[in-house]
């Protein structure tokens, strides 16, 4: 398993985890919208967007994450809005590594914490979180840095 920045060519196969998230489809009507938005983030230097590649290569799992700036804190909160793993993958180590790369950047960059947002239906990811250090708060669950 090989952890890596997303790449523009991510593009397709990072949109075809998050449907597997819950979110929308990317149509032919939202793609160039979409596309926006994928290119503008991977050069935003708020913004990290992981994969966790297969050995053949394959996209096999997705993290966004971003350094946000909050009100009575002098250094950014790192938060995790989108974490998915492709279902024949779970269990492998993906969700670990890309946490743990999350978690060495939002360090490197001095964040005072690392939030990480799920759905309250995905109490298999919740165990893993929890089992990372991270504390439930319901829909999100937070983990501080310092």
Request: hydrophobic residues 40%; glycine residues 6%.
């Amino acid at each position: 398993m090989r952890i890596r920045s997303a790449a523009p060519e991510d593009f397709q196969p990072v949109c075809e985890l998050l449907e597997e998230l819950g979110r929308a489809q990317v149509t032919p009507e939202t793609r160039e919208a979409c596309g926006r938005l994928w290119a503008y983030d991977l050069v935003d230097p708020r913004v990290d967007h992981l994969v966790a590649e297969s050995p053949a290569g394959a996209v096999v799992a997705f993290c966004s994450l971003h350094y946000r700036p909050r009100l009575n804190y002098p250094t950014p909160q790192a938060w995790i809005p989108d974490l998915i793993v492709t279902f024949p993958e779970r269990g492998k180590g993906a969700a670990r590594a890309l946490l743990a790369e999350a978690e060495h950047r939002a360090r490197e960059r001095g964040c005072w914490a690392l939030t990480l947002e799920s759905g309250y239906q995905r109490k298999e990811a919740h165990a893993l979180y929890v089992s990372l250090a991270f504390e439930d708060k319901g829909l999100y669950f937070g983990k501080p840095l310092d």
